[in-house]
C-alpha cells in the first residue's frame, strides 16, 4: 500500500482530484455526513481550516452513507448543504464507501496505516478523522467524538 499522494478520488463537482496536489501539505481527511449527531462539527473543520490554511492546513470530506444512511444526498444536494449551514469551503468529495470491499483505496490505506482501538482496521462512524503530515505519512487517527477545535495542537505541530 503506497503513500497518501499516490491515490486520487472524484470531487464533488464529478473531477477526478489526485491526492498528490495536496504535497508538503498538512492534511486531515474525515468521513462525514450531514444527518448525523456529529454533523455539526463541520463547522469547527471549516473553523479549523480558516485558521490554519494559510500555514498549509488542509481539509478533505468525503461523505459517506455506510452509518444509519446519515448521507442519502446527491453530490449536489450534499454541497449545499454544507455550504449553508456550516459556510464550508474546504474540498468535498463525491459519497464513498470506507468500509467493507467497495472500501475507497484511500480508506483502505488510512486505516491500515493508522488502526483503530485494539487495532480495528474499520471505521465506526461518520467524522472519524485522520491526520496526515507534509510527508504523506499518517500521523494520527482522531475518533468521531474528537471535536476538531481539539485537534488543532497535533495540527500545529505538523504546520
Sequence with gaps: MGQFYEFAAQTLSGQEQALDDYRDKVVLVVNTASKCGFTPQYKGLEALYQKYKDQGLVILGFPCNQFGHQE??????????????????FPLFEK?????????????????????ILGSQRIKWNFTKFLIGRDGKVVKRFAPTDKPESLASAIEGLL
Design 72 to 89: 442519502p444526498g446527491n453530490s449536489d444536494q450534499i454541497g449545499e448543504f454544507c455550504e449553508r449551514n456550516f459556510g464550508v469551503t
Design 96 to 116: 464513498v464507501d470506507v468500509n467493507g470491499h467497495n472500501a475507497h483505496p484511500l480508506f483502505a490505506h488510512l486505516k491500515k496505516s493508522a488502526p483503530g
